[in-house]
């Protein structure tokens, strides 16, 4: 395995879309602009929580011969986001997903894809995040945890995506999950149905 620093090298993935997408980046805008300016609305299936980084130099053939059959067999699911938290000791507010179920199932397929991962000191924890770069007043923290998201996260997709800090993440490819559900379910096992 090639030395390379934790926070570079390539991370996986699903960005928020349409009008969930539209109100996270307000809400970012409004609480970081420096945080919505690096990057899309997004979560991380892989590269921080439970697995980290692949390295940058990863031949992009050798990713889509590990990841293009999770795609392949991955039907699209919902996820729901709980109430927003406030990392201990941190600046950092995010929406947490539910990190069981279908999605702990794809994160751990990945994981075992036979990419190599830096090591992570915390275990798999799905959120996207809101402020992490600016300390909010008093006021803006109660604002930032009284946010509440209902509509489902569509999880139909994942990016593959190089960063090398300071530069802003590049794109590599993305995958498109086209697995089929299971006969008479609207979902993957494990996947919270929408209300």
Do not use: C
Request: proline residues 10%; glycine residues 6%.
């Amino acid at each position: 395995m090639n030395d390379w620093r934790p926070l570079s090298g390539i991370f996986i993935l699903v960005n928020l879309k349409g009008p969930l997408a539209t109100r996270i980046h307000e809400i970012q805008e409004r609480f970081d602009p420096r945080m919505a300016r690096f990057a899309a609305p997004h979560f991380t299936l892989s590269g921080s929580s439970g697995a980290g980084p692949i390295p940058a130099d990863t031949p992009v053939a050798r990713l889509h011969a590990a990841l293009g059959p999770i795609a392949r067999d991955t039907a699209p699911f919902e996820t729901h986001f709980e109430k927003p938290v406030r990392y201990m000791g941190t600046n950092t507010f995010a929406l947490p997903l539910d990190p069981h179920g279908a999605l702990r199932e794809l994160h751990d397929r990945i994981r075992k894809s036979g990419l190599d991962f830096a090591a992570s000191r915390h275990a798999f924890t799905p959120h996207v995040t809101l402020s992490h770069y600016r300390t909010p007043t008093d006021a803006e923290a109660r604002e930032l945890l009284a946010i509440r998201v209902d509509e489902p996260l569509v999880v139909d997709h994942m990016v593959i995506s190089l960063t090398e800090e300071p530069a802003l993440p590049r794109r590599l490819f993305d995958l498109v999950f086209t697995g089929q559900q299971a006969a008479g379910s609207r979902q993957n096992p494990g996947a919270t149905s929408a209300p």
